[in-house]
């Protein structure tokens, strides 16, 4: 009982602005909202099902093909995650079947591979939160996709897989001219990025923002995004080999974070500190996002990227990171005239009409040439541990691919 009662004296308050996700006045809105309200509500968001042992299949269903799958078999390590064979099924009812061409890698995943990321299914299962492909087959009652079609897909897990089926309202079609590999890099970091800085941080001209990670694919999405609003100032925060993409991105002001100490930093170059920090940190670096806050000013914290120090879980970063967590009552909020808020794309599950009209106004954005999503590399799915290395030792400028056929050599290194 002491135990319980000293951990909930230590969890944070958080406060944010408006009355919910995309209220108040220009909070990101456009012609792409009012989606949210043109059709009754569909289900939520869930995992793409798994592949229960069935009766031998009928001959010629989609039961009788076989395909590969990354599996997490346990909680460690990048030798967890192991390539296997599942057995196909029939979409059912309200699904699709998509023969998938690019998976995304996501921070999470490196989470929920060493067992601290929420709300994933019981071992062993397959990761993967995002991917994009060929629509194959339909289930019963689908009218709205034709097989053939393009799409990009989001779901809580299992999509790491070369056919996935899931519920068409968890499907989007592809814009024009979009690659798979772009498609794959789109909707997390994307709807990431615009909800934080338009529904949270209500960015607007002449603002500046701190973007913490900024070479990643969060970060980078959010320089776009930033881009999309006048005068809108960056700071970003990468090792120092990333700050000259960070400068052709539209950064004024790279920090090496490794040598410098970010907050003194930015106070040199702007006394009174940033309008909105997005922070993937926690832990102490909280705190130091809500000292830079000019008054009016937001911190918008989307994870706890100090929780990963190595391959596996960290009792020691855990401890650390939970006891210099950031804590505030409503109260002190007051007098202090700014804001703390929380995001996570995770629990967002049920609001898929709300998610639908973030990916048409992005869609939007992609047609119009304003966003473009960094690809920093692809892999094969027999190279994953490669891939999440990639990304875990911060390698990466932009978003990390997975596909299930090796790429040619030519494309590893992608350049969009």
């Known amino acids: 009982k002491p135990k319980k009662a000293a951990w909930r004296r230590r969890r944070s308050v958080v406060a944010g602005a408006g009355r919910g996700w995309g209220s108040g006045p220009g909070a990101g809105a456009g012609a792409a909202r009012e989606l949210r309200h043109a059709r009754p509500q569909p289900p939520p968001l869930r995992a793409a099902p798994p592949e229960p042992l069935r009766p031998r299949p009928r001959p010629g269903s989609a039961e009788a093909a076989e395909h590969r799958a990354l599996v997490l078999t346990g909680h460690g390590g990048y030798d967890k995650v192991k390539l296997q064979t599942r057995r196909g099924a029939d979409p059912r009812p309200g699904e699709v079947s998509v023969s998938v061409r690019a998976c995304g890698l996501n921070f999470a995943d490196l989470m929920g591979r060493q067992g601290v990321y ?246 939007n954005l992609y047609t119009q040439g304003k966003i473009k999503p960094k690809v920093d590399s692809v892999w094969p799915f027999d190279q994953v541990a490669d891939a999440m290395r990639q990304m875990q030792e911060k390698k990466n400028v932009g978003k990390v691919i997975l596909v299930p056929e090796a790429p040619k050599e030519e494309s590893k290194k992608a350049e969009n």
């Not at 209500?202 to 609003?229: D, E, F, Y």
């Not at 974070?257 to 003194?264: H, L, N």
């Not at 391959?311 to 909020?333: D, E, G, P, R, V």
Request: glycine fraction near 10%; aromatic fraction near 8%; hydrophobic fraction near 45%.
């Open 118 to 363: 929420p709300r994933l299914p019981p071992l062993p299962f397959c990761p993967g939160m995002e991917c994009a492909g060929t629509i194959r087959a339909l289930g019963e009652g689908v009218r709205d996709r034709q097989v053939g079609d393009k799409v990009m897909v989001l779901a809580l897990s299992g999509l790491w897989q070369e056919v996935v089926n899931v519920p068409v309202n968890q499907t989007f079609p592809m814009p024009e001219g979009m690659s798979f590999e772009e498609a794959a890099a789109l909707l997390v970091n994307y709807i990431t990025a615009y909800m934080i800085l338009f529904d949270f941080g209500n960015l607007r001209p002449n603002q500046s923002v701190l973007v913490h990670m900024a070479a990643g694919g969060v970060g980078t999405a959010a320089i776009q995004l930033c881009k999309t609003v006048e005068n809108v100032t960056i700071f970003g925060t990468a090792s120092a080999s990333k700050h000259d993409f960070l400068k052709e991105s539209g950064v004024a002001h790279p920090i090496d974070y490794r040598t410098m100490d970010y907050a003194e930093e930015i106070r040199k170059i702007s006394p009174k500190g940033v309008d909105i920090v997005l922070d993937p940190l926690g832990g102490s670096d909280t705190a130091k996002a809500f000292n830079l806050l000019k008054p009016m000013g937001k911190v918008i914290n989307y994870g706890v990227a100090n929780l990963i120090t190595g391959q596996k879980k960290s009792l020691m970063a855990m401890a650390k990171t939970w006891w210099n967590q950031f804590s505030i009552t409503a109260l002190q909020l007051i007098n202090q005239n700014k804001a703390v808020c929380g995001y996570n794309l995770g629990y967002l599950d049920e609001e898929v009409e709300l998610l639908g009209g973030v990916v048409a106004e992005l869609v």
